[in-house]
């Protein structure tokens, strides 16, 4: 299907009643050190893992000290940042499990400023055994308490699933970030991800808010990508991020090279995009604690990083 109908499904119209309801939350959230963001949507291949990469490092580079936890078994965020596989290694299933301090997970990656608690395939069996734990929605979210104030903000990249891990993430965060693709059937299963951030501002998280709807996977070139941009926005308005991602080729390459696209190729379209998302989400913040509108530019820093 080439086209989208102009008049709003039913199923858009109840997205933007739930995340109105999502919204008032954001006008009573400090500015204040250790800002948790979730990057959540259950739908997979909507840019995710890509995002939590190229958004954290992109924080890190603007001088804005920054902590990526990696919630995916499939624990691509820890690849994408240069870290393969390594059975030795520990990671957040020691510290959910285990109890291990984060200290001896955590990892310095090759952006300043810019630490991973990794992943890896054990996080299969964390879901399951952290069923019976007593309060086991707020097991992250005890790790995360700990840290908050070593950072400015947290980065967590949760699976494509709303599972225990994922219920784990949104308890732990004050913010979720959520991306959607620039394709047909964009909002499929959006409507079940706020429906959830709903429930969980009903029992577990309060404070849980939308830091932002995030457009990926946006092809110019075709008029399916405009018409659900332009959709997007008219049900989310000011909460869709004024920045887009774009479909490029160096930032799907990026990844299989262990670096966030600022790394890999600063001069591409995927770069700059990321650039100006981190300079959304730091601007945001200041408004939100009245700091002003200023911030760095993350994309001058990294070209001269290298």
């Given amino acids: ?42 739908k997979g291949g909507v840019g995710k893992t890509t995002t939590a990469i190229n958004l954290a490092a992109s ?13 995916d078994p499939q624990s691509n965020t820890t690849a994408g940042l240069g870290f393969p ?10 510290a959910l499990i285990l109890g291990e301090p984060v200290d001896k997970i955590r990892l310095q990656t090759q952006v300043e400023g810019l630490d991973l608690i990794p992943a890896d395939r054990n996080l299969v069996g964390a879901s399951v055994e952290l069923v019976n734990t007593e309060n086991r929605e707020f ?23 709303l599972d225990l891990l994922t219920l784990n993430a949104l308890v732990a965060s004050d913010a979720v970030l959520v991306p959607i693709q620039c394709e047909y059937l964009a909002l499929e299963g959006v409507s079940e991800l706020l429906d959830t951030l709903m429930r969980i ?22 008029t399916l990508s405009k018409q659900v941009a332009a959709d997007l926005r008219s049900f989310f308005g000011a909460q869709v991020f004024a920045s887009i991602i774009p479909r490029n ?38 408004k939100r604690s009245g700091e002003g509108t200023e911030c760095a530019d993350p994309g001058a820093r990294a070209a001269t990083a290298g």
Avoid: W
């Fill in 139 to 161: 097991c992250l979210r005890k790790i995360v308490e700990l840290i908050k104030n070593d950072y400015k903000y947290i980065i967590l990249d949760c699976p494509p699933a």
């Fill in 201 to 222: 501002r009903r029992t577990l998280n309060p404070t849980l808010a939308i830091e932002g709807i995030l457009l990926t996977m946006y092809d110019e070139r075709t």
């Fill in 1 to 42: 299907m080439s086209t989208i109908d102009r008049d709003p499904p039913f199923h858009v119209k109840q997205l933007a009643f739930l995340l109105c309801g999502l919204l008032h939350s954001t006008q009573h959230l400090g500015g204040s050190l250790g800002r948790v963001i979730a990057i959540a949507n259950q």
């Fill in 59 to 71: 924080l890190a580079v603007a001088e804005q000290r920054t902590l990526i936890i990696d919630c």
């Fill in 85 to 94: 596989k390594d059975p030795s290694r520990r990671t957040l299933y020691q």
């Fill in 249 to 286: 080729v160096r930032l799907a390459e990026a990844p299989s090279h262990g670096q966030p696209i600022l790394f890999y190729d600063i001069h591409s379209r995927g770069a700059g995009s990321y650039i100006q998302l981190a300079k959304e989400v730091i601007t945001n913040d200041k």
